[in-house]
């Protein structure tokens, strides 16, 4: 009986104790999601067309294509049975990648996913997107000012995004 009671009041100290040790940090301003969260570019995620993606996300620039950049979509490449989870493989040589963007045409919000890159950063980078339906998939990597595109069609069985 005394184990018990000792028991619970070890609990109720830990927890008012780290109740008490958040509510400080909270009011020091230390968690302001505004200091703690990266920048998250709002528009291009929640653009509904390709170009505005792009756009929002990228500004006016050239895009070329390059055969410096590698992209591999699916398992094998241009097909993927469950859109909820399709491989995603990004492969480049290219020096100072300050940004990759994975764009998906047909989903219903294009850009799938958008990695600031810093040169700690190595490639290859791997990953998994959702696919709506058959669909162009586009990979994009910012590199010393320089955009390079690469896009792969990409069949899919069963629709990974409503």
Known sequence: MIDKLDQQRRTFVKG???ASTMALVATSGLLLPKRLLAHWPTDAFTAETLEDALLALLGQAEIAND???K???GAPPSYAVNGASVPIEIQSDLPN???IAVLVEKNPLPLVMNLEM???VKLPFKSMIK???DSNVMAIIRAD???YKTTRFVEVDIGGCG
Request: hydrophobic content about 50%; aromatic content about 4%; glycine content about 4%.
């Open 118 to 120: 810093t040169p700690a």
């Open 67 to 69: 055969s410096a950049l």
């Open 16 to 18: 008012a104790i780290s």
């Open 97 to 99: 990648i300050e940004r």
């Open 145 to 147: 000012g320089k955009l």
């Open 131 to 133: 696919i709506r339906e």
């Open 71 to 73: 992209f591999k979509v």
